[in-house]
């Protein structure tokens, strides 16, 4: 009980946090729910994120790798010319093709 007051406080008062931090928390309080799963006894305002995302098609992305050496993170150039991972080189192809914000899990 004072873990899901913890979180509702947290989540209302909108504090920095990243989305996925957020979706996490969501999930959470959601799990501590009476019944789980459902929003009953969650006040309104604590769900912002959770059911709500879409799911994304399968696309190609092409990138221009800095790095070929196996054991070493992937580099490449991203679409705003700086040195990027993969992860952020598909959120900014997301960006830039359907104008979708996303986050990385």
Known sequence: ???RKYI???VKEEKVISKH???TLESKLLSLAKPPLTHNGVPPGCIKYHG???QA???FIRGKPLNKV???KSAFVG???NICNVETLA???YKLKYDMEGLHS
């Open 57 to 59: 098609e399968s696309v």
């Open 21 to 23: 931090d957020r979706l």
């Open 70 to 72: 196996k054991g070493v």
């Open 79 to 81: 679409y705003d010319g």
């Open 91 to 93: 959120l900014q192809f």
């Open 1 to 3: 009980e004072e873990v």
């Open 52 to 54: 709500k995302l879409l």
């Open 8 to 10: 509702q406080r947290f």
